[in-house]
């Protein structure tokens, strides 16, 4: 039976708990009704009569933007407050997946919350009448409606409860006096010695205060007056959060400015107002805050300077008033919906950025007209291009692909896959979540041992183990059910064969060998009094600095310690040890494992970053070879081979010759790197890349951040930061049906061209060019003369036949038959002016390319500028296929795509790698030497294909 509070409220399901205690979703029993239930921790010791009178004022609060109270109560010595229950998310969990919020919807956001402060301050509530002072403003308390409207929720009711109240405040969201800093007009020399004396560890903390002109007789007591500067302050760093993503610092002092090129100055002049140190020069009103957002306008110059012929215009057009009330009131209807489509494209596009495809879609999709009306606008450029991106209808590349995204409970410390991919885990804090990767969904939650040394090994497809909360422990994802159990234990590792589980502890002087079938102890290897490397506090941080390894039969323990030393234990006689490296060599940090009969290792020293790679034999004596390096390396082993990483490269090192194969060469340096024995994915600073067994770059996401956990099996992929509960699920897709040519990649070329009749195929650059028959044929291959002097190339479809022709600088063009190579003609034209800009042509417009700056489409018969293609790339091409117009351009870094757009030259999608257009056929030509294509979609079609791939997720 569910438990029932009040002989009223029956607690359906608890929605979170803090320092301050527990919020749970109750149904009121007479009225049907589903509320909020608030269980305060806090102790109210007031006379019960005057708690009435408060709690009757707070009951009558009513405003749009804050849940309505309905009831106060104290039961067991437990304070409850019943509250409306809005349905919808607290800011802060979108800005922990790194959500970035769009200007407008802030400062939509923005005045809503604040036109709540206005009415809490108010001094209207009450007999006599005051007003409240929220005290924690923060993302956590804006509850985000699905109507993408703002609830200001936990204001501080206590403020209203008597002498010795309990006021909440936020790192990073609380002013200055909260600290005890007085930075008001006339103090502002203050020391800031007090800083460090007050709780850091807390995300929220509270201080015993007493109210204004009240005493207390405790002298540990810090008497501030919380007043509405200071809720101005926290409503303007909550604000500095949702604009830039990023928390404001805990002291004043230390607060960044935003920046005045990313963000509107004028919202960067109303945020460095509200955050002043100075309470007196903040706005002194939340009614003064509200103003400043709600005139925005009025401020901007460029209104300003219109005012004039605005007003001009106002007048003349007043006699059209009547006759225009309606359709201003329609426009006004539909610029509405207009907005709200461009925040839900906005939206789509993020949640394509954070990795949920799903999302994605379903965003997409409601920025898109479901029917059409007289209220209701075309669809949007932004939505359909938004919607065409989450599709990913115009990569027909291989590789992988963003999938779907996990919420973990916390941020990950630790993340090991299955073998074949189908699901995966996350060690957390004090538990291992086990997740699908199919339906992203978590499947089972085990408690383990509270330590981020605690490791998770998977023996094969269904069964993993893990440093338990109680000892090592075996566990049947599919069963659901414990397998076997042993000695505490932390680092875990795994033989190839499988035959062999050794768990170590902490820095503990032995390891425990388990028979992985059963648990049944096998063996303890004694290390002699040694123990490997740990952190000062385990409990958040695991430093990676060692290693604990299995050779294939688990036969072989590899293990390094914390004064240096690095070893290996013979398991069949741990007698038998062999010292690699002694003790006092100064290498701090170890990586490494077993590969086949050697046994590889990377270690650095930490303050030198000097670094010592080398691999052991251990079939010829253990004989060893290696090299020291002024510069960090990084090594893994598995069943496929030796990889040694270096800064920006990684490469698969033979044992036995030295030799070292190419897997990945980046722009930026490898953080940490997995491999499943076919692709590589690599996580930099700038974001995670995929390398096929030849080293070429398959796909590239620019995350702007590096992940720090990642792992590849089959065809999934993982990504996930050790600062966000969210995991990246990519998965391996294959377009190979829509192949219809393939080639050496290593052959260069800049451009590549289908015959009209799809027979032949040119790759072609300055010095020369391939044709290639469509069953892959070389036909010909052609050096083109004094190549430093051509001015430019174009592959010339005609009616009887397609041609190359090569310009020379001098007016010569040279042509060439795209059906067998051969040369036609030459001829003698005009000769090009390099100087001049160059012009393309569709059905209506004719796009002016200048050598330098922005090419811009222009009507040909009035000659009205439609606007601007403001790709910063080299600009080819300029195509009509039907009723689009395509773009395609070329990088400096020989990368070619195209854009899709409509008349009004607006984007409404990005064509990654397309290198020709045949009617309404796009071909594309990707850099492993595939050329593939697919039909230009309608938006019929987009919708119809993404309702079916949500009907899919929906099973």
């Known amino acids: 039976m569910s438990e029932v509070i009040a002989a009223t409220y029956e607690l359906l399901e608890k929605l979170g708990s803090g320092g301050g205690g527990s919020v749970y979703l109750a149904n009121h029993l007479r009225l049907e009704k589903k509320v909020v239930l608030k269980k305060d921790k806090r102790k109210v010791t007031i006379d019960p009569r005057r708690l009435r009178r408060e709690v009757d004022i707070l009951k009558d609060l009513n405003h749009p933007h804050i849940p309505q109270v309905y009831d106060f109560f104290i039961e067991e010595g437990s304070v409850y407050t019943v509250m409306d229950f809005v349905k919808g998310e607290s800011l802060d969990k979108a800005l922990r997946r790194e959500k970035r919020f769009s200007q407008a919807q802030v400062i939509k956001w923005a005045i809503q919350f604040l036109e709540a402060l206005c009415y809490l301050h108010s001094p209207i509530h009450g007999d006599p009448p005051k007003g409240y002072v929220h005290s924690d403003i923060k993302p956590a308390n804006l509850m985000r409606t699905q109507e993408d409207d703002i609830y200001l929720i936990d204001f501080n009711i206590a403020l209203a409860l008597g002498e010795e109240s309990i006021i909440g405040h936020s790192e990073g969201y609380a002013s200055p006096e909260y600290y005890g800093l007085d930075f008001s007009s006339g103090n502002e020399t203050q020391t800031l010695a007090r800083e460090t004396s007050l709780l850091d560890s807390q995300e929220t903390m509270t201080l015993t205060m007493t109210l204004a002109g009240e005493q207390s007789g405790s002298s540990l007591k810090k008497s501030v007056i919380p007043d509405t500067r200071s809720d101005i302050y926290s409503a303007g760093a909550t604000i500095y959060h949702l604009m830039s993503g990023v928390k404001p610092a805990k002291y004043a002092l230390d607060v960044l400015p935003l920046s005045r090129e990313e963000f509107s100055p004028q919202i960067v002049d109303i945020v460095t107002k509200a955050m002043n140190p100075n309470p007196d020069l903040r706005f002194q009103t939340a009614e003064e805050m509200l103003y400043a957002f709600t005139h925005l306008r009025e401020n901007d110059v460029r209104v300003k300077k219109s005012r004039r012929n605005n007003l001009i215009a106002a007048v003349s057009c007043s006699v059209f008033f009547v006759c225009g009330i309606s359709s201003a009131f329609i426009g006004l209807r539909r610029m509405q919906v207009t907005e709200n489509w461009l925040k839900l494209a906005e939206y789509s596009q993020n949640a394509l950025s954070d990795g949920d495809t799903v999302s994605a879609l379903d965003y997409a999709l409601s920025a898109l007209p479901q029917k059409s009306g007289l209220f209701t606008p075309s669809a949007l450029p932004e939505a359909r291009l938004a919607l065409t991106n989450a599709l990913g209808v115009y990569d027909l590349s291989d590789g992988f692909k963003e999938y779907k995204t996990v919420e973990l409970s916390s941020e990950p410390l630790y993340m090991a896959a299955a073998p074949d991919g189908r699901t995966a885990a996350c060690i957390c804090s004090g538990v291992m979540e086990v997740f699908d990767t199919d339906t992203a969904e978590i499947i089972a939650a085990l408690p383990t041992h509270e330590s981020a040394l605690s490791e998770a090994e998977y023996l094969d497809e269904h069964t993993i183990i893990f440093a338990g909360a109680d000892g090592i422990q075996a566990y049947d994802i599919v069963k659901n059910e414990e397998l076997w159990s042993g000695s505490p234990a932390t680092a875990v590792c795994i033989s190839q064969d499988g035959s062999t589980v050794a768990a170590v502890y902490r820095d503990e002087a032995f390891a425990t060998i388990y028979d992985a079938s059963d648990g049944r102890v096998k063996s303890r290897v004694d290390f002699n009094g040694k123990g490997q490397r740990i952190s000062i506090n385990d409990h958040f941080a695991n430093g990676r600095e060692n290693v ?244 430019d190339q174009q592959y010339v479809r005609g009616e009887d036949e397609d041609v190359l022709e090569v310009i020379y600088k001098d007016g010569t063009v040279y042509r060439y038959s795209a059906e067998d190579g051969l040369p036609l003609d030459e001829e003698k034209r005009g000769k090009p002016d390099e100087s001049l800009y160059e012009e393309f042509f569709t059905d209506n417009l004719r796009i002016e390319v200048p050598i330098h700056g922005t090419a811009a489409a222009y009507e040909k018969e009035s000659g009205k500028k439609v606007g601007e293609l403001s790709e910063d790339a080299y600009l080819t091409y300029v195509t009509q296929a039907g009723d689009f117009i395509i773009a395609q351009y070329y990088t400096s870094d020989r990368d070619f795509y195209g854009i899709m757009m409509n008349e009004k030259c607006e984007k409404l999608a990005e064509l990654p790698c397309l290198c020709d257009i045949i009617g309404d056929e796009l071909i594309f030509d990707y850099p492993t030497g595939n050329m593939r294509k697919t039909h230009i979609y309608e938006l019929d079609e987009l919708v119809s294909l993404a309702w079916k791939e949500l009907d899919e997720v929906d099973g």
């Open 548 to 791: 604990f390894e299995l050779n294939a039969d688990g036969t072989l323990l590899g293990a390094s310690f914390g004064d240096g030393s690095l070893r290996l234990f013979e398991l069949k006689d741990p007698s038998k040890v062999h010292t690699i490296l002694d003790k006092d060599s100064g290498y701090t940090q170890y990586e490494g494992g077993f590969y086949e009969n050697y046994f590889a290792f990377a270690a650095t020293n930490k303050k030198s970053s000097k670094s010592l790679f080398a691999t052991v034999d251990c079939k010829d004596h253990f004989k060893s070879q290696g090299a020291e390096t002024d510069f960090h390396c990084g090594m893994q082993t598995d069943e496929n081979g030796i990889y040694l990483k270096s800064d920006n490269i990684l490469v698969c090192l033979n044992p036995e010759t030295g030799e070292q194969t190419p897997l990945a060469d980046t722009s930026a340096n490898i953080a940490f790197f997995a491999r499943n024995g076919r692709h590589t994915l690599v996580s930099s600073d700038v974001g995670i890349l995929f390398f096929d067994e030849d080293a070429r770059l398959l796909t590239k996401y620019e995350k702007g951040h590096r992940s720090d956990l990642v792992q590849m099996a089959g065809d999934t992929a993982l990504a996930g930061r050790f600062d966000s509960p969210i995991i990246n699920i990519m998965k391996y897709e294959n377009h190979s049906d829509t192949e219809i040519f393939a080639y050496d990649p290593s052959y260069e070329h800049i451009e590549s061209r289908v015959g009209s009749d799809e027979k032949t195929v040119m790759l072609f650059s300055k010095k020369e060019f391939r044709l290639y028959d469509s069953e892959g044929r070389l036909l010909a291959e052609v050096s083109v003369p004094n190549p430093d002097q051509i001015y």
